[in-house]
């Protein structure tokens, strides 16, 4: 048992230091016409911007659902681990929610803290 962070893709926490330091992070969502793509999975900055160079219409984006949140408190659940979630300011999206959702729903040892900040950074060294 032990206890494991998880935060959403606008904390800019990289896949490999989420990985080193075993954050789990849900991704927000971004559209660019009819195609959705996920906020450091399949969409990287570089890949964004040259979208967005490209693009004749600005993209929109879209907060993770409630099951996005709760695909990975039952993992970690399973694992026996209490959850603290750090998302995005709830006064700038709707991901806050979306998490509370999935811990009303999933129950146990989940806390889910609303940041001040837009971001927030994890120092890797």
Same mark, same amino acid.
């Given at each position: 048992?032990?206890?494991?962070?998880?935060?959403?893709?606008?904390?800019?926490?990289?896949?490999?230091?989420?990985?080193?330091?075993?954050?789990?992070?849900?991704?927000?969502?971004?559209?660019?016409?009819?195609?959705?793509?996920?906020?450091?999975?399949?969409?990287?900055?570089?890949?964004?911007?040259?979208?967005?160079?490209?693009?004749?219409? +600005?993209?929109? &984006?879209? *907060? @993770? !659902?409630?099951?996005?949140? $709760?695909?990975?408190?039952?993992?970690?659940?399973?694992?026996?681990?209490?959850?603290?979630?750090?998302?995005?300011?709830?006064? +700038?999206?709707? &991901?806050? *929610? @979306? !998490?509370?959702?999935?811990? $009303?729903?999933?129950?146990?040892?989940?806390?889910?803290?609303?940041?001040?900040?837009?971001?927030?950074?994890?120092?890797?060294?």
């Amino acid at each position: 048992m032990g206890i494991s962070i998880v935060t959403d893709s606008t904390s800019e926490i990289s896949p490999k230091c989420a990985a080193k330091q075993n954050i789990k992070v849900v991704p927000l969502k971004t559209v660019f016409g009819e195609k959705e793509y996920l906020e450091g999975i399949d969409l990287e900055p570089e890949g964004f911007y040259s979208m967005l160079s490209q693009s004749k219409e +600005l993209p929109k &984006t879209s *907060q @993770s !659902a409630p099951f996005d949140f $709760e695909q990975v408190f039952c993992e970690l659940q399973k694992a026996g681990d209490q959850i603290i979630v750090i998302c995005l300011a709830g006064s +700038l999206s709707g &991901t806050y *929610q @979306s !998490a509370r959702i999935a811990q $009303e729903k999933c129950g146990g040892d989940i806390w889910v803290m609303d940041s001040p900040l837009s971001s927030f950074f994890v120092q890797t060294s």
